[in-house]
């Protein structure tokens, strides 16, 4: 059986480290890793992961120390784990079976590094925006799937990197990037909402945020040699647009 390990990043934010942490225990797969990397928190986040580390039914790995933001802070969270399955959670689970559903699914597709899904972003429990991203598409065609509901296989870190921490907001998408521009490797789609992502983070806080996210976007695209990157940049703001409409619908 496969080792998944889940990484979260906190930093003075226990009341959605709790709800997340909880959420990790309701899943019924059985072979769960958790690593969490705290930035030094002043709240009582450090109880809540001690607490959590005594009583955790999942293996348990924390560290507490400074980082220079939150990609920085994931790739030392990489750094503690073990698993062969790697995700990047800070969210809660829509169900206790997601990640048993998502491991299954990558064993049964022959060639995938992967698997995706749908999500929802909440902000005080109300949907704001649905993020149904559809099986894989051409990066070229503005597609790209959802970060957080990414399951990669370890092998490709391995390969391609970790977080590019020159990137303020857009990292992630870099990395997407890094990966998927070489067609070859593919990702097996569950085509299911599987994730309700708190409303707020880097790239969804405010309009400037948002802005900042697409001119880091567009460079990342120039940084790996993407061609037709403007194009790209409009069918990412048609496709985000087309989300909101669909949820006001």
């Not at 990047?88 to 491991?103: H, P």
């Not at 149904?132 to 799937?145: A, E, I, N, T, V």
């Not at 992630?172 to 599987?194: H, Q, S, V």
Request: aromatic content about 12%; glycine content about 8%; some cysteine.
């Amino acid at each position: 059986m496969k080792k998944v390990s889940l990484i979260l990043t906190t930093y003075n934010n226990s009341a959605d480290l709790s709800r997340t942490l909880d959420s990790i225990e309701s899943q019924d797969y059985p072979d769960i890793e958790v690593n969490i990397k705290d930035g030094g928190s002043t709240d009582d986040t450090l109880q809540v992961i001690k607490q959590y580390a005594q009583d955790s039914r999942c293996s348990v790995h924390w560290v507490s120390s400074h980082d220079t933001g939150i990609y920085d802070a994931m790739n030392q969270g990489y750094g503690l784990a073990t698993g062969d399955i790697i995700v990047f959670f800070n969210d809660l689970f829509l169900s206790g079976d997601v990640i048993s559903q998502m491991v299954e699914l990558i064993e049964k597709t022959p060639g995938c590094v992967g698997a995706h899904a749908d999500l929802v972003y909440t902000k005080n429990d109300k949907i704001v925006r649905y993020w149904k991203m559809g099986p894989q598409r051409s990066l070229y065609l503005g597609w790209m799937p959802g970060h957080p509901t990414l399951f990669l296989k370890r092998e490709i870190y391995e390969k391609y990197g970790l977080y590019d921490t020159e990137y303020k907001i857009a990292a992630d998408y870099e990395f997407m990037i890094r990966f998927l521009k070489d067609r070859r490797n593919r990702l097996a789609y569950y085509p299911r909402t599987i994730i309700r992502m708190y409303y707020g983070g880097t790239s969804t806080s405010d309009t400037g945020s948002y802005l900042l996210s697409l001119a880091e976007g567009h460079r990342a695209l120039k940084a790996n040699g993407v061609k037709g990157a403007i194009l790209i940049d409009a069918l990412r703001v048609f496709r985000v647009l087309g989300q909101f409409v669909r949820h006001r619908a």
